[in-house]
């Protein structure tokens, strides 16, 4: 893939990343599953020139509960993401890898025989959850 193009304003251009779109928030026995799109605007007017994908898969640490309670997940709180971005590499071989950071509220449900109880759990999203390098984001149109 060559230099960016916008489509808008038919010439090349610098590009800027847009803040990222939270696709979809899941949650499982001790996974969240966030889906997100990156997007990478045209810095002269703004149109989506190039976008790119990351599905994460997070682990996180249940709460006390005995082997034979049902636990069930909700999403309490989507997260708020942000663009993070870090290096790998020297000089020429140098590229830049895109990822995401926020924080994802997990409300997890456990019904025992005696009683039932929730818990919110705070599960971070980071950088190192997962990351697309930049060289691998598609054009939009
Ligand atoms: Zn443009």
């Given at each position: 893939m060559g230099a960016p193009r916008c489509p808008e304003c038919n010439k090349f251009c610098s590009l800027e990343m847009e803040e990222p779109e939270l696709d979809s928030c899941e949650a499982d026995e001790g996974v969240l599953y966030v889906n997100v799109r990156l997007l990478k605007n045209?810095?002269?007017?703004?149109?989506?020139?190039r976008e790119a994908y990351l599905e994460l898969e997070i682990p996180f640490v249940l709460p006390d509960h005995d082997e034979d309670d049902d636990m069930t997940f909700e999403i309490e709180e989507e997260p708020v993401l942000e663009n993070e971005e870090k290096c790998i590499g020297k000089g020429r071989y140098m590229r830049t890898e895109h990822g995401v950071s926020g924080t994802a509220r997990v409300k997890c449900m456990i019904d025992s025989k005696s009683d039932s109880k929730e818990t919110v759990i705070e599960v971070p999203i980071t950088i190192e959850d997962g990351t697309e390098a930049a060289g691998n984001f598609e054009d939009t149109y």
């Open positions: 045209c810095a002269d007017c703004g149109t989506e020139v």
